[in-house]
Structures are given as C-alpha cells and as structure tokens.
Nanobody, 123 residues
Framework: QVQLVESGGELVQAGGSLRLSCAASGRTFSTYAVGWFRQTPGKEREFVAVISRSGGRTYYADSVKGRFTISRDNAKKTVYLQMNSLKPEDTAVYYC????????????????WGQGTQVTVSS
C-alpha cells in the first residue's frame, strides 16, 4: 500500500512559479516511480512528468518541458514538481501517483493516487 498527499497548489499570476510536493507513506519509497498528472473539468487526466525510483531518470510532457522540473528526496519520502513560467493553460488539479512496476506516462500504469491539489494561473 502507498498513500500519497499533494500540497502546494494555489492561485498564481502568469509567469510566476510554484512548487508542488507529494508526500508518501506506506511501502518503501525508493521502490517505485512517481508521476505527476493534471486534469481540468471535462478533460482526461494528462501526464505531466515522471521520475524513476532513484531519481536518475525523468520524463516530461512536451507542454511543460523546459518549464517544470520533477525531483525526489528519498530520505524525506517526497517528490517535488517545480513549475516555472506558469501559463493560464497550466490551470488544473495536479495529482501525484505511484507506479510500482515501471516508469509510466499513462494513467492506467499507476497503482496509487493522491487526492490532488488545485493550481490556478491567472492571466
């Protein structure tokens, strides 16, 4: 079992920055990859970024590449998503999720999900 809790979402102006956190508990943290996804009303949940168990590999959606950075601190059992140069189209509920078997970019590859944190970017 894995429990995930996101935090850090808030209202920010376009061009600003935010750092989201995903705190994990349960299963040994270094044994699974962690991804970030986001969702807006009426749309499917979309992949944002993923980081491997050790933190040595990361992948990003094209829409956030160069602006967002995913990282993890295995000692603190926390994954971060640093978001810079935010745009109104980044507005969404952001979710972190645990992939126990791989380094997925699709929702069905993930086994556990957090409850989400709202990010709103005003123009």
């Amino acid at each position: 079992q894995v429990q995930l809790v996101e935090s850090g979402g808030e209202l920010v102006q376009a061009g600003g920055s935010l750092r989201l956190s995903c705190a994990a508990s349960g299963r040994t943290f270094s044994t699974y990859a962690v991804g970030w996804f986001r969702q807006t009303p009426g749309k499917e949940r979309e992949f944002v970024a993923v980081i491997s168990r050790s933190g040595g590999r990361t992948y990003y959606a094209d829409s956030v590449k160069g602006r967002f950075t995913i990282s993890r601190d295995n000692a603190k059992k926390t994954v971060y998503l640093q978001m810079n140069s935010l745009k109104p189209e980044d507005t969404a509920v952001y979710y972190c999720a645990a992939d126990l078997t791989g380094l997925g970019i699709r929702t069905y590859e993930y086994d556990y999900w957090g409850q989400g944190t709202q990010v709103t970017v005003s123009s």
